[in-house]
């Protein structure tokens, strides 16, 4: 046999090598019945693996005893086990074990009871390894601890899947621990008590075995992580009470251990799974925090409960609860939770003997979660106030939201943030174990950039002042305080938030700023970044549109660099057409018309090409196509060059992987028509309605609007007159209802078209038609 050797070999073919005759097939099959079960024969069970000395051995304790022997339990499940795995899973025929040839040796014989057994091999390199001692087992027994060696390996990994595997193994080694319970259920008769716990404890999971489990599901991130682990968590609970009702009889065999039971570990891992905030919508993350609040309540009862340490709540478990509560960050009630949290934390402290040895004490990442939480609540705030300022405060904000007075501005909440920030600094003069640092103070800026907008003008000159700060400390050598790209994009959102005309020179300052920092020190955490450089281009926005340009420009040079980790994404290249489209029309002069729609298509179609091209980050959107169409219609100036361009875009935009929505159709007619309202156009309009009408209708995407702006448009005493727009508003819709296939993609019933929409409203007459 290839892989892992002679000694390994098929039992019907050691039978048959060694046996030589029928009748001792026969007989082998009959005393190694037990191994297969009851009631089933050697072949319906398939191969089962075991050594020629054992095979040997066996036979002549046959010959001389004459009895009939138990399968040994250190083959019996490993065997089943392997057939089932490598014929199942793996898929590897029964004769054939090649895929262990390259093991090495050592691993095989290797303690696995060492800390450092099989440090730094892979996930899969260890199941590898206890596959093949399942398979190849002499020198070592197998025990509980060989299965965590994978268990732990899977769920340190991080790798997708990790978590699957990790339980997938724990379900094995239960179902063996299961087996063999069953099997000396059977016959420990003549055996003492103390020797079948001594077996029993050996292949029992251990409570780092399920703790590993629910680590795993933490590191997944994926949406049934909680439930998964919640499973685990409650079930090492459930254990803990069997092994308790069964502790008042020894001489019955638990089906669990008595030292099987939740530890700190099991706790805190289930807590982080809470915390974590991917993937999951806003109604579960709360429910997820008062589940979390809910535990910890829970491990604070079972210490209080018990005379041991084996469920203590430390620094972890209230940090993992405050973070649950941090991911609400639509939630104004979430500061009082934090805090009501943080002072828990600071009473454990200070009613411990030893304070600053105490389990719970609030550390640097407490508070700075508190601070967070003031910065959400300021940031909503400073929203509702913004809405209600303009008329825009909803009817249900108004009757379930805050009072009138709740309304703030938000710099009342970031005060108090700030105030967390120089207590942090009064505890480490003070030798606390608390260090304010640079996400602390990022923490800050950011909530600054929250409330910045046009009614908080004062909040980007307050975000400068915070960073000065931390420059200052940067300079005295406190490398605890340092900004970084975070630091410096903050206050440039603050700038761009406001939407002032000097936003966007104070924000390329501080660009300036980063890159004379990063070539002075080199330091790569405050090299400017696409983010900072599309905060400097929200900034400038449609005031200057051209140095909007220039900066997209910039980016792609750096691209190019071979030197620059740089890629312009799909934001960058959103905020140029952006700025182009809302300039277009501000110049006022007739021969500036469309040339603003140029640059905005011109830019659509880089992106376009860098999509093609599968670069990473760039992609169109629906909007963007839209937002050239809808410009065209609105503009001011427009020629025959706009009406090509629009063309083109309505042309990649059916090329394209969106769907064309029935405005696309109704502000191309809108553009066509202005454009081609001279007498010469008549022909070309003529052709070029009826081709988009024909189109529309077959597409199902008729709308109102279409119709009214076919026929209620501006009309001229020439060319496109009254006359003309009701000849062929009467020619396709002149007949009602119309058929229902002409409309049948409009989702929105109040979209329709009506008979109504097709009677003209406006008489009025136009002065003078565009022409070339």
Same mark, same amino acid.
């Given at each position: 046999?290839?892989?892992?050797?002679?000694?390994?070999?098929?039992?019907?073919?050691?039978?048959?090598?060694?046996?030589?005759?029928?009748?001792?097939?026969?007989?082998?099959?009959?005393?190694?019945?037990?191994?297969?079960?009851?009631?089933?024969?050697?072949?319906?069970?398939?191969?089962?693996?075991?050594?020629?000395?054992?095979?040997?051995?066996?036979?002549?304790?046959?010959?001389?005893?004459?009895?009939?022997?138990?399968?040994?339990?250190?083959?019996?499940?490993?065997?089943?086990?392997?057939?089932?795995?490598?014929?199942?899973?793996?898929?590897?025929?029964?004769?054939?074990?090649?895929?262990?040839?390259?093991?090495?040796?050592?691993?095989?014989?290797?303690?696995?009871?060492?800390?450092?057994?099989?440090?730094?091999?892979?996930?899969?390199?260890?199941?590898?390894?206890?596959?093949?001692?399942?398979?190849?087992?002499?020198?070592?027994?197998?025990?509980?601890?060989?299965?965590?060696?994978?268990?732990?390996?899977?769920?340190?990994?991080?790798?997708?899947?990790?978590?699957?595997?990790?339980?997938?193994?724990?379900?094995?080694?239960?179902? %063996?621990?299961?087996?063999?319970?069953?099997?000396?259920?059977?016959?420990?008769?003549?055996?003492?008590?103390?020797?079948?716990?001594?077996?029993?404890?050996?292949?029992?999971?251990?409570?780092?075995?399920?703790?590993?489990?629910?680590?795993?599901?933490?590191?997944?991130?994926?949406?049934?992580?909680?439930?998964?682990?919640?499973?685990?968590?409650?079930?090492?609970?459930?254990?803990?009470?069997?092994?308790?009702?069964?502790?008042?009889?020894?001489?019955?065999?638990?089906?669990?251990?008595?030292?099987?039971?939740?530890?700190?570990?099991?706790?805190?891992?289930?807590?982080?799974?809470?915390?974590?905030?991917?993937?999951?919508?806003?109604?579960?993350?709360?429910?997820?925090?008062?589940?979390?609040?809910?535990?910890?309540?829970?491990?604070?009862?079972?210490?209080?409960?018990?005379?041991?340490?084996?469920?203590?709540?430390?620094?972890?478990?209230?940090?993992?609860?405050?973070?649950?509560?941090?991911?609400?960050?639509?939630?104004?009630?979430?500061?009082?939770?934090?805090?009501?949290?943080?002072?828990?934390?600071?009473?454990?402290?200070?009613?411990?003997?030893?304070?600053?040895?105490?389990?719970?004490?609030?550390?640097?990442?407490?508070?700075?979660?508190?601070?967070?939480?003031?910065?959400?609540?300021?940031?909503?705030?400073?929203?509702?106030?913004?809405?209600?300022?303009?008329?825009?405060?909803?009817?249900?904000?108004?009757?379930?939201?805050?009072?009138? %007075?709740?309304?703030?501005?938000?710099?009342?909440?970031?005060?108090?943030?700030?105030?967390?920030?120089?207590?942090?600094?009064?505890?480490?003069?003070?030798?606390?174990?608390?260090?304010?640092?640079?996400?602390?103070?990022?923490?800050?800026?950011?909530?600054?950039?929250?409330?910045?907008?046009?009614?908080?003008?004062?909040?980007?000159?307050?975000?400068?002042?915070?960073?000065?700060?931390?420059?200052?400390?940067?300079?005295?050598?406190?490398?605890?305080?340092?900004?970084?790209?975070?630091?410096?994009?903050?206050?440039?959102?603050?700038?761009?938030?406001?939407?002032?005309?000097?936003?966007?020179?104070?924000?390329?300052?501080?660009?300036?700023?980063?890159?004379?920092?990063? %070539?002075?020190?080199?330091?790569?955490?405050?090299?400017?970044?696409?983010?900072?450089?599309?905060?400097?281009?929200?900034?400038?926005?449609?005031?200057?549109?051209?140095?909007?340009?220039?900066?997209?420009?910039?980016?792609?040079?750096?691209?190019?660099?071979?030197?620059?980790?740089?890629?312009?994404?799909?934001?960058?290249?959103?905020?140029?057409?952006?700025?182009?489209?809302?300039?277009?029309?501000?110049?006022?002069?007739?021969?500036?018309?469309?040339?603003?729609?140029?640059?905005?298509?011109?830019?659509?179609?880089?992106?376009?090409?860098?999509?093609?091209?599968?670069?990473?980050?760039?992609?169109?959107?629906?909007?963007?196509?839209?937002?050239?169409?809808?410009?065209?219609?609105?503009?001011?100036?427009?020629?025959?060059?706009?009406?090509?361009?629009?063309?083109?875009?309505?042309?990649?935009?059916?090329?394209?992987?969106?769907?064309?929505?029935?405005?696309?159709?109704?502000?191309?007619?809108?553009?066509?028509?202005?454009?081609?309202?001279?007498?010469?156009?008549?022909?070309?309009?003529?052709?070029?309605?009826?081709?988009?009408?024909?189109?529309?209708?077959?597409?199902?995407?008729?709308?109102?609007?279409?119709?009214?702006?076919?026929?209620?448009?501006?009309?001229?005493?020439?060319?496109?007159?009254?006359?003309?727009?009701?000849?062929?508003?009467?020619?396709?819709?002149?007949?009602?209802?119309?058929?229902?296939?002409?409309?049948?993609?409009?989702?929105?019933?109040?979209?329709?078209?009506?008979?109504?929409?097709?009677?003209?409203?406006?008489?009025?007459?136009?002065?003078?038609?565009?022409?070339?």
């Amino acid at each position: 046999q290839s892989g892992v050797g002679e000694r390994v070999v098929d039992i019907m073919s050691a039978n048959c090598c060694r046996a030589r005759s029928f009748n001792r097939a026969r007989s082998f099959s009959s005393i190694y019945r037990p191994v297969i079960g009851s009631q089933r024969t050697l072949s319906s069970a398939g191969p089962v693996l075991l050594s020629l000395t054992e095979f040997t051995n066996d036979c002549e304790k046959r010959k001389r005893k004459r009895d009939v022997l138990r399968f040994p339990f250190e083959v019996q499940q490993p065997s089943l086990f392997c057939q089932r795995f490598f014929t199942e899973k793996v898929k590897i025929p029964h004769r054939n074990f090649s895929v262990f040839k390259n093991l090495s040796s050592t691993l095989v014989a290797g303690d696995w009871h060492s800390p450092s057994f099989m440090e730094g091999e892979s996930a899969e390199a260890k199941e590898q390894w206890l596959s093949s001692l399942i398979l190849n087992r002499e020198d070592h027994e197998l025990d509980s601890a060989a299965y965590f060696v994978v268990i732990d390996g899977w769920a340190q990994s991080g790798a997708n899947g990790a978590a699957q595997k990790a339980e997938e193994w724990l379900v094995t080694l239960e179902r %063996h621990h299961n087996d063999f319970l069953h099997s000396q259920n059977v016959g420990t008769a003549g055996n003492s008590v103390s020797n079948s716990r001594a077996h029993n404890s050996r292949l029992e999971p251990t409570i780092d075995c399920y703790n590993s489990v629910i680590f795993a599901w933490a590191r997944s991130g994926e949406s049934i992580a909680v439930i998964r682990a919640e499973r685990w968590l409650n079930k090492v609970k459930q254990a803990m009470v069997d092994a308790q009702s069964t502790k008042a009889n020894l001489h019955d065999f638990p089906t669990s251990s008595v030292m099987l039971g939740p530890n700190t570990q099991s706790y805190n891992f289930f807590l982080d799974c809470l915390s974590k905030g991917c993937s999951k919508t806003q109604v579960e993350l709360r429910l997820n925090a008062v589940k979390a609040d809910e535990t910890l309540r829970e491990m604070i009862e079972a210490r209080q409960n018990s005379h041991g340490d084996r469920v203590v709540p430390d620094t972890n478990s209230f940090n993992f609860v405050l973070r649950a509560w941090t991911r609400c960050r639509n939630d104004v009630s979430i500061v009082s939770k934090v805090m009501d949290v943080l002072r828990e934390m600071e009473l454990y402290q200070r009613s411990s003997q030893k304070p600053n040895q105490s389990a719970v004490k609030p550390n640097t990442l407490s508070y700075s979660l508190a601070m967070d939480a003031w910065a959400v609540v300021a940031g909503l705030k400073a929203q509702r106030n913004l809405r209600m300022k303009k008329g825009h405060v909803t009817r249900s904000e108004s009757v379930d939201g805050p009072k009138e %007075h709740d309304f703030s501005n938000g710099h009342d909440e970031i005060k108090k943030a700030e105030a967390i920030l120089e207590y942090m600094h009064a505890l480490q003069e003070a030798g606390a174990d608390v260090v304010p640092n640079t996400i602390s103070y990022n923490i800050i800026l950011g909530g600054y950039a929250r409330i910045s907008n046009e009614i908080n003008s004062d909040s980007p000159l307050r975000a400068e002042r915070l960073l000065r700060r931390m420059m200052d400390f940067q300079n005295e050598e406190n490398s605890c305080i340092a900004p970084d790209q975070r630091s410096y994009s903050h206050v440039i959102r603050c700038w761009a938030k406001i939407k002032r005309q000097n936003s966007g020179e104070r924000g390329e300052w501080w660009l300036r700023k980063m890159w004379q920092e990063f %070539h002075d020190s080199g330091n790569e955490d405050i090299r400017p970044n696409v983010d900072v450089y599309n905060a400097v281009m929200s900034g400038y926005g449609t005031y200057d549109a051209a140095k909007v340009d220039e900066l997209l420009a910039e980016m792609i040079d750096l691209e190019q660099s071979d030197s620059s980790p740089f890629r312009p994404n799909t934001e960058s290249y959103s905020i140029a057409m952006r700025s182009w489209l809302q300039s277009e029309g501000k110049n006022g002069s007739h021969d500036a018309g469309g040339r603003n729609i140029f640059n905005a298509f011109k830019r659509l179609k880089d992106l376009i090409e860098r999509e093609e091209s599968g670069v990473p980050g760039s992609s169109t959107s629906k909007e963007m196509y839209c937002g050239i169409l809808k410009a065209a219609a609105k503009a001011a100036e427009i020629n025959e060059n706009t009406l090509d361009i629009v063309v083109e875009t309505y042309e990649k935009f059916q090329a394209s992987r969106h769907t064309v929505d029935e405005n696309a159709y109704t502000w191309l007619l809108q553009t066509g028509l202005r454009v081609m309202s001279a007498p010469h156009y008549d022909r070309r309009r003529i052709k070029f309605i009826r081709t988009l009408t024909r189109a529309c209708c077959e597409n199902g995407l008729i709308s109102k609007s279409f119709v009214a702006a076919l026929a209620n448009s501006p009309t001229w005493k020439e060319g496109w007159t009254i006359e003309a727009s009701d000849c062929l508003t009467k020619e396709y819709f002149g007949h009602w209802p119309l058929p229902l296939s002409w409309s049948r993609n409009i989702r929105n019933k109040s979209l329709l078209p009506r008979e109504i929409d097709a009677k003209r409203r406006h008489f009025r007459i136009e002065e003078i038609a565009y022409r070339p």
